[in-house]
């Protein structure tokens, strides 16, 4: 990177509170000003936002107004301490780097390449769930209902839920971890060199474990298929 770069910031905290108590986005201001330093730049405007990092662009205004200013000086880099703070959905990360949109995160410093902050952006969204926690969660839906817990039927019932949580956060795993996959298969990478690379990088599937390639072959091919 050279000499006087200029860089837009965008700080974030998901809660009031956080806002409020001013430490986070000192801690991530600060970051942002290291980062600045070491590599010679200029922060020209850090623009700051309480709202969850689920939240769309268009209900962001902080985020919409830091990449506006970076075009309007010539489509700089905006600059995030994490990859989080910017997104925790890898699909809004993945579109603004489709779209051309240049971003820097602090932390994996200038050089990083776009395979690596998709898979960034993947851990950053992914959000696992036990099977016991599932079965906990489906029983306290039975139980809000007015339904009598300790019966053979009620816990079918619940197992029945918890099916039907899992196929659906599967699928939502899926389509996040699905495009990281598409990604090396254009790289001309096998199955299990693949499912190699996934766990060597701390990217567990949707269950916690490790990957196989029988494992990517069935999720690709679940996606592929027509809905029912």
């Not at 950053?124 to 036990?130: F, G, N, Q």
């Not at 899992?166 to 699905?178: C, D, Q």
Request: charge should be positive; hydrophobic fraction near 45%.
């Amino acid at each position: 990177m050279g000499k006087a770069t200029k860089l837009v910031g965008y700080i974030r905290v998901s809660t009031r509170e956080q806002g409020d108590s001013r430490l986070g986005l000192a801690a991530q201001r600060e970051a942002l000003e290291r980062f600045c330093a070491s590599e010679g730049c200029e922060l020209v405007e850090v623009f700051t936002e309480v709202a969850s990092g689920k939240l769309e662009l268009s209900d962001r205004p902080g985020l919409a107004k830091a990449l506006q200013r970076a075009k309007r000086l010539g489509n700089v880099p905006v600059l995030v301490s994490k990859l989080d703070r910017l997104s925790r959905d890898v699909a809004m990360v993945s579109g603004l780097m489709k779209d051309g949109v240049p971003f820097i995160v602090a932390e994996l410093g200038p050089d990083v390449d776009s395979f690596i902050l998709h898979l960034y952006a993947a851990l950053a969204e992914k959000e696992r769930r036990m099977i016991s926690e599932r079965t906990r969660l489906a029983l306290g839906a039975l139980k809000a209902r007015g339904v009598l817990l300790g019966n053979r039927t009620n816990l079918d019932d619940a197992r029945a839920l918890s099916v039907e949580s899992n196929k659906r956060n599967a699928a939502a795993f899926a389509a996040k971890v699905l495009p990281l996959v598409q990604s090396m298969r254009d790289k001309g990478m096998s199955y299990r060199a693949i499912a190699l690379e996934l766990d060597g990088l701390g990217i567990k599937t949707a269950r916690g474990g490790n990957w196989h390639a029988r494992t990517l072959i069935d999720m690709v091919e679940r996606a592929a298929a027509p809905a029912a």
